[in-house]
């Protein structure tokens, strides 16, 4: 199912605008920084998943 938006990783914000094909994202681009690699946006669900494991934090 196509979720109503998706995260930039970059600067983890919600993106609005872009494409989702075969249950990932295909095209997207982030207007707050820039980014428009389709890799660096994720799910609302996944980022939860991401930021729940230890594994994703950064270094501090
Ligand atoms: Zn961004």
């Not at 872009?18 to 690699?37: Q, Y």
Request: glycine residues 4%.
């Amino acid at each position: 199912m196509m979720p109503d938006y998706v995260i930039c990783l970059e600067c983890e914000s919600p993106v609005y605008i872009f494409e989702w094909k075969d249950g990932v994202v295909s095209e997207a681009h982030c207007a707050l920084c820039g980014n428009e690699d389709p890799s660096q946006f994720i799910t609302e669900s996944d980022y939860e998943e991401m930021s729940m494991d230890d594994r994703f934090r950064p270094d501090s």
